[in-house]
């Protein structure tokens, strides 16, 4: 846009960046900045997801990460208090920053209660718009999942040099325990099953069965798709010893999705788990829980290239030979090779052919890297919980549920 100064000589007003992105290798991000103001240090991903937003930022298993989504237009319809992940949002468990191609426009839809800018403030959710958000994608393709600074400073003004220190001095997520930090101080019941059009969520009230399930970052709709089985969910903190999960008397035990590089957190989760596996009680692992599970039982996991963040993964199911259409977060996987006698690999990613699940041979004991309960997201995986609420039914003499409804 031209402008004209006292002596009619024609200037160009340009627009000053209020949000940087700062690669660990120094590459420098210009952007406009919303959310919270500040900066955080984290790995960048990015996710296909088209909808879904506010469950992605506030999975806890997004903890030190910052989120490039690959869909131009987010934040259209707003945001409400029903549509986000973690126990307690008080804590902010999930992702520090978000990354947009586009502005955010003012919401259209009737359950908004705000607007995601206002939203992103609120988590304290550093984020950025007006970038190329392809080209970052393409990066990460590339290069992988880089270390990173964002940051937001409406008046514009950084300082870029220790932006890019931070950046290069990040150790990453490799070893990194953050499970400790999203899970829950103590242990509680949850009672609220799914959400229905026009109703809200339901209150369990008649209860089945009794689930224990270890958070290490675990999701608000797996706790409601248990809950909506028939199940009382007790949820205990990731330290939690085997001695008082057992003392809980459970029907079922489930290990919950989470951050971080799992073989930090297997250092005091997987003891627990062996333990817990010298029972007969089923078990089922999501995610964190997967790759913690793998790992109690021999196997080996490893960080990902590029990592597996979306909606729209195909996936293969081995014991029934059908394909599915899954929500995925997850930077780590399980090694199949390293798999040993007596685990079996039961489901595995069409895209690039990793470990997507696993059995324990003759024992009530499964476990699936993707997210089955993803809200919003494909449901063609929501069978699972009815697959580990089968094997608590077949324990104790009771009819099978029909795994798809």
Not at 4 to 10: D, E, I, L
Not at 40 to 47: K, R, S, Y
Not at 198 to 203: A, I, K, L
């Amino acid at each position: 846009m031209a402008t004209m100064t006292a002596a009619s000589t024609p200037t160009w007003a340009t627009e000053k960046p209020t949000a940087l992105l700062v690669l660990a290798d120094g590459t420098l991000i210009e952007g406009r900045g919303l959310g919270a103001t500040g900066s955080a240090v984290a790995e960048v991903c990015f996710n296909t997801a088209l909808t879904g937003y506010q469950e992605i930022l506030t999975d806890p298993s997004y903890a030190g990460q910052i989120v490039t989504f690959t869909f131009p237009h987010i934040g259209n319809i707003g945001a409400n208090d029903e549509d986000i992940e973690d126990l307690n949002p008080v804590a902010r468990a999930g992702a520090v920053g978000a990354v947009f191609k586009a502005d955010v426009t003012n919401p259209s839809s009737y359950r908004a209660a705000s607007g995601l800018d206002q939203w992103l403030k609120k988590r304290g959710i550093v984020a950025l718009s007006g970038i190329d958000t392809r080209a970052l994608t393409a990066l990460i393709r590339e290069k992988g999942m880089p270390n990173a600074v964002i940051a937001h400073a409406p008046d514009g003004i950084f300082d870029i040099d220790d932006l890019k220190r931070r950046a290069a001095a990040w150790s990453g997520l490799i070893g990194l325990d953050l499970a400790k930090d999203v899970t829950s101080g103590q242990s509680s019941v949850w009672r609220e099953m799914p959400w229905v059009w026009d109703e809200g969520f339901g209150e369990q009230t008649d209860p089945s069965m009794h689930v224990v399930a270890i958070d290490y970052g675990v999701k608000r709709n797996i706790l409601r798709l248990l809950a909506g089985l028939g199940a009382k969910v007790t949820v205990v903190p990731a330290n939690t010893g085997a001695e008082e999960i057992l003392a809980m008397r459970p029907d079922g035990i489930f290990l919950s999705n989470g951050p971080g590089d799992p073989e930090a957190t297997g250092d005091y989760a997987v003891p627990v788990i062996r333990d817990l596996l010298k029972t007969d009680i089923p078990v089922f692992g999501i995610c964190l829980g997967h790759q913690m599970l793998a790992l109690a039982l021999g196997g080996k996991t490893a960080k990902m290239h590029q990592g597996h963040h979306g909606a729209n993964h195909p996936v293969k199911d081995h014991t029934t030979g059908k394909v599915e259409i899954v929500s995925m977060n997850h930077g780590f996987a399980v090694d199949a090779g390293s798999l040993p006698t007596g685990v079996e690999e039961t489901h595995v990613s069409l895209f690039d052919g990793s470990n997507c699940g696993i059995t324990l041979t003759g024992r009530p004991v499964f476990s699936v890297q993707h997210h089955p309960e993803a809200s919003p997201g494909p449901q063609d995986s929501h069978y699972l919980f009815r697959r580990f609420v089968n094997l608590i039914r077949e324990k104790r003499g009771e009819p099978a549920l029909a795994e798809r409804a």
